[in-house]
């Protein structure tokens, strides 16, 4: 049986960051994430498919991150928005956990 990958679209704006990010998420073998660096392109990838979380990395102004907030939720009132202000990969992965506790998506919610 195949276990169903949460999906992730991370957006933040330093690309080292980003991708420091995607790297850790996509170590799990139950989570697959896709990053962004401008708002366009995570608008144009949330509207291509569908995300269980958004993940907002550093360096997002507050005037963008409330306008994604209300973009995301108005498209999925659903959707799982976590702010990521950084630290190890262990908080990374305890804030997407914790998110998913939340509402379960998936019985295999640990990295």
Same mark, same amino acid.
């Given at each position: 049986? %195949?276990?169903?990958?949460?999906?992730? !679209?991370?957006?933040? @704006?330093?690309? %080292? /960051? !980003?991708?420091?990010?995607? @790297?850790?998420?996509?170590?799990?073998?139950?989570?697959?994430? &896709?990053?962004?660096?401008?708002?366009?392109?995570?608008?144009?990838? +949330?509207? %291509?498919?569908? +995300?269980? /979380?958004?993940?907002?990395? *550093? *360096?997002?102004?507050?005037?963008? %991150?409330?306008?994604? @907030?209300?973009? +995301?939720? &108005?498209?999925?009132?659903?959707?799982?928005? /976590?702010?990521?202000? *950084?630290? *190890?990969?262990? !908080?990374?992965?305890?804030? /997407?956990?914790?998110?998913?506790?939340?509402?379960?998506?998936?019985?295999?919610?640990?990295?």
């Amino acid at each position: 049986m %195949e276990t169903v990958k949460v999906n992730i !679209l991370a957006i933040g @704006r330093h690309e %080292e /960051i !980003l991708e420091t990010v995607l @790297r850790i998420i996509n170590k799990s073998e139950n989570w697959i994430a &896709q990053g962004a660096l401008t708002d366009e392109k995570a608008i144009a990838l +949330f509207e %291509e498919q569908k +995300f269980d /979380i958004v993940l907002l990395s *550093g *360096g997002i102004k507050e005037e963008c %991150e409330a306008e994604l @907030r209300a973009t +995301f939720t &108005q498209k999925d009132p659903e959707i799982i928005i /976590i702010q990521h202000y *950084g630290g *190890g990969s262990g !908080l990374l992965s305890n804030e /997407i956990i914790y998110a998913l506790s939340k509402r379960t998506i998936s019985p295999n919610l640990n990295s």
